[in-house]
């Protein structure tokens, strides 16, 4: 009897001498369809059907030319020809174009989970398209508004990038469905706003940025709601808590410095009241919401202005033709010339009227991205559709204790 590890030994060896037939045999029973008569119909009927290829049918029928080349990669595996590689590289090329479109089409259906799977995959065929990061930037806001926060934090990251690249001079293959490079501006930063909506003082700077381009949100209401409101739920909230500590105390000049950031702080709020006070005009829709501003409007600026509303509606008609103002700078030292107020408070009042902390209203949504192009790799040209006017909600009232 032979030892074991002889017969392994043999074992061996013969698998050596008899796996190079078995694999020219598998080989050879794979290819068996692949014949010159086969190819040659094959790739003539790819292109028949590759766009442009015959007058008659200049667009072609680029689903049956991309079967078909599948069907040659399948029968003819082993083909390195140069007829091969072209329809390689013709198939490859229409699957990136489909995978646009189709991101494409899941914004108008407003699929959006599906959409941020499928621009993932746009993206790393394309890393410079411009067009897939700024819609992607979009659709966290847009998910979020119909209740699903899971793609906030992802939409924010391709917002940002967005941003970056629009910034830097790029500029994607259509704007649609914005009007242009404003309004996806605006858009993306009032989409990182939304998405930053528990961290007022992170949101602000995201907020003054959309309302300063020229889109639709220079011209809502809400839009300088939403700034009041991330001032007074961000920057005073946490001075009013701080200033606390000089209740029942003699003045010193520390008590006064921070009285001056207070006021800094309540002018960019009276400032954001009289703009949404002033775009809200004699809107219909908006006079529930108008009163109840003017009425946070004149307890703040009576607190600015000694108990005195003297001039509050002139601020009001004359508001919107000055910049709006910046997020201000801290003071360290008192200035020359303190600013107006009243006699200081123990602790100053809280009067506004946020629906919860850093809320951010829900401005107009965009319109449709347009229908995904019926050629896998070009963009759809048709005009969207017009957006829709915003519908502000009634803000509660309510007053927090300092």
Not at 67 to 87: F, P
Not at 104 to 131: F, I, S
């Amino acid at each position: 009897m032979k030892h074991p590890i002889e017969l392994a030994l043999i074992a061996a060896v013969l698998a050596l001498t008899l796996s190079p037939l078995a694999r020219a045999q598998t080989t050879s029973e794979s290819a068996a369809g692949c014949t010159e008569a086969v190819k040659g119909a094959l790739y003539t009927k790819f292109l028949a059907n590759r766009p442009g290829k015959t007058a008659e049918n200049p667009s072609g029928d680029q689903e049956v030319a991309y079967n078909t080349a599948r069907e040659y990669k399948t029968v003819c595996s082993t083909d390195e020809s140069a007829q091969a590689k072209y329809m390689d590289k013709w198939r490859a090329s229409y699957e990136v174009g489909s995978r646009k479109s189709q991101f494409l089409l899941a914004y108008d259906k407003k699929n959006y989970a599906e959409m941020m799977r499928l621009g993932n995959q746009v993206l790393a065929d394309d890393p410079n398209y411009v067009r897939g990061y700024v819609l992607l930037g979009i659709i966290g806001y847009l998910a979020s508004v119909a209740g699903n926060d899971s793609l906030n934090a992802e939409s924010m990251t391709h917002a940002k990038k967005a941003l970056e690249l629009l910034e830097a001079g790029k500029t994607p293959d259509d704007w649609k469905p914005y009007s242009g490079k404003d309004d996806a501006l605006a858009w993306l930063t009032y989409s990182i706003a939304h998405t930053l909506k528990t961290s007022p003082t992170e949101a602000l700077p995201y907020l003054l940025k959309a309302a300063r381009y020229e889109s639709i949100f220079k011209k809502t209401p809400l839009t300088y709601i939403n700034i009041e409101q991330a001032y007074e739920t961000g920057a005073y909230a946490k001075q009013s808590e701080d200033y606390k500590q000089y209740a029942d105390k003699p003045e010193t000049p520390e008590q006064k410095l921070a009285l001056q950031n207070i006021y800094q702080t309540v002018d960019r709020m009276i400032d954001a009241y009289a703009r949404a006070i002033a775009l809200a005009g004699s809107d219909a829709k908006l006079l529930q919401e108008k009163a109840l501003w003017m009425r946070n409007l004149t307890e703040w600026y009576k607190f600015r202005n000694n108990n005195s509303d003297t001039g509050m509606n002139e601020f009001v008609t004359g508001v919107l033709q000055r910049p709006l103002p910046d997020i201000p700078t801290p003071l360290t030292s008192l200035p020359a010339s303190p600013a107006t107020g009243v006699t200081p408070p123990a602790v100053p009042p809280v009067v506004g009227t946020p629906a919860a902390p850093g809320a951010v209203s829900t401005p107009p949504t965009p319109p449709v991205n347009t229908t995904a192009p019926t050629a896998k790799t070009t963009a759809a040209k048709t005009t969207p559709a017009p957006r829709s006017k915003p519908k502000p909600k009634p803000q509660p009232r309510r007053r927090r204790r300092p």
